[in-house]
């Protein structure tokens, strides 16, 4: 008897000796037992943020055209369904249970970790389903994640910023080296970081990729009403603002843009399905907005680059109240580098702490920010440091909970449709 969903990632999460074991030797061999060669064009996008927006916008934007969309993107928020998509629906339990077990059947002596099981499984379901096109979002770096076993037709890579450390390097030089594993000889490259490392770029030349970077091959330009991209000699016109709040969601739409034209001749795309899929396009945990009065929104940012981004978003809103930030950040990011720049923004920090393994203790934080003079109060959990903003927040301000996609997560899980709880 198979197991059902649940059953499967719990085994899933202890049978590998590491949680992360970078490398496309061992899910190699087990996508070559399971005898699978996707058939349809595959669009891989990497970076440090931003890559869910992009996924999301492409997702979108070829489904409003018409084609048949496997999207596959990490982590989850709630349900692991999130990450498995087809057709612009969550793939049902069933459908990720017989895609987990023929994984398994092809697997034999060789260990997955987590992500790698579900990453074939996504494939396998992606081909067996018949999509028209894969949108594969990278786990972490690029050259040796187990996305990248699959070659792309076009890759993307946004923002390079410092994160995941640990596995990827300590600058960004050395990290924009694994994003750019991504790209492909001869195959559309786009770069959507506005001032990306020298080493991404000269790695692009090095292979031959067709480089197409975000302010010279292709730029956004900005009306009073709506915007235009210009890719090349083509030209994009009168675009919709995107759903998704934030000014860097333009940039993220741009490089999407980018990439379905880079696809044009196998993909075509009309400029409706364009628009209408800038207008629809949504992604959980993106400043997403979870109630008014006080203003209440989302942000999974746990890096500085993100941190800059919602720091620019915060100040953008024109509330005259107070702006309260419920925080809580795993312990292996920089929680440093995400606090600086939201000095002078936040009024008051409502500090929690994270469980398991990674998470970071709120008495970790308190002493962060005792040491820099910043106003906060500290909570045992996100729930109770949440609930304490709601309380304390008066109609005219501002909570934003951020800081990791645990923090996000766990306030959606007090009630998704109402985060008040």
């Given at each position: ?13 202890v ?5 992360i ?31 869910g ?31 498995i ?12 249970v ?35 096109v894969?949108?594969?979002e990278?786990?972490l ?8 076993l699959?070659?792309a ?14 596995f ?13 594993g991504?790209f492909?000889?001869?195959r559309?490259a ?10 991404l770029?000269h ?9 197409l970077?975000f ?11 709506d ?5 090349e ?20 739409a741009?490089a ?19 628009r ?12 997403q907005?979870?109630?008014v009065?006080?203003?209440?929104v ?5 890096n ?14 024109s ?11 795993l312990?292996?990011?920089d ?16 500090l ?6 990674r ?13 820099r ?13 949440w ?5 304390e ?16 997560a ?6 998704p449709d109402?985060?008040d709880?």
């Amino acid at each position: 008897m198979s197991l059902s969903l649940p059953e499967w990632l719990a085994s899933l999460e202890v049978r590998h000796p590491k949680v992360i074991e970078l490398g496309l030797d061992r899910v190699g061999r087990v996508w070559a037992r399971l005898g699978a060669k996707p058939a349809f064009p595959v669009i891989s996008v990497g970076g440090t943020n931003g890559k869910g927006s992009v996924c999301a916008y492409l997702e979108a934007m070829l489904s409003e055209a018409g084609y048949r969309v496997g999207r596959y993107t990490s982590p989850h928020l709630l349900r692991f369904n999130e990450r498995i998509r087809l057709a612009g629906r969550e793939a049902d339990d069933a459908m990720i249970v017989a895609a987990l077990d023929a994984v398994e059947a092809a697997r034999g002596e060789v260990s997955l970790t987590y992500f790698e099981h579900t990453t074939l499984a996504a494939m396998w379901l992606f081909q067996r389903q018949g999509v028209d096109v894969a949108v594969l979002e990278v786990g972490l770096g690029g050259r040796l994640d187990a996305v990248n076993l699959f070659d792309a037709d076009c890759a993307v890579v946004t923002p390079v910023d410092l994160d995941h450390m640990a596995f990827l390097g300590d600058s960004r030089e050395a990290i924009g080296y694994e994003k750019a594993g991504i790209f492909r000889p001869g195959r559309d490259a786009i770069c959507a970081d506005p001032e990306p490392p020298a080493s991404l770029l000269h790695h692009a030349r090095h292979i031959g990729a067709r480089l197409l970077r975000f302010g010279h091959e292709f730029r956004i330009e900005r009306g009073a009403d709506d915007w235009l991209c210009r890719v090349e000699d083509r030209v994009y016109p009168a675009l919709p603002r995107p759903r998704m709040p934030g000014e860097h969601q333009f940039d993220n739409a741009a490089a999407a843009i980018a990439a379905l034209d880079a696809m044009r001749l196998s993909l075509p795309m009309p400029m409706a399905a364009i628009r209408a899929g800038l207008a629809r396009a949504g992604m959980p945990g993106r400043f997403q907005v979870v109630g008014v009065a006080p203003l209440r929104v989302l942000d999974v940012g746990h890096n500085p680059h993100a941190a800059r981004a919602l720091a620019a978003s915060l100040m953008a809103i024109s509330a005259p109240g107070r702006r309260l930030a419920v925080f809580a950040m795993l312990i292996d990011k920089d929680a440093v580098g995400v606090i600086e720049p939201l000095v002078g923004v936040v009024d008051h920090w409502f500090l929690a702490g994270l469980g398991g393994d990674r998470g970071r203790p709120v008495a970790a934080l308190a002493e962060l920010f005792a040491a820099r003079g910043l106003a906060h109060s500290s909570w045992p959990d996100v729930a109770s440091a949440w609930r304490a903003a709601c309380r304390e927040a008066g109609p005219a301000d501002t909570i934003a909970a951020f800081g990791s996609f645990h923090t996000v997560a766990e306030v959606l899980a007090l009630t998704p449709d109402n985060p008040d709880g």
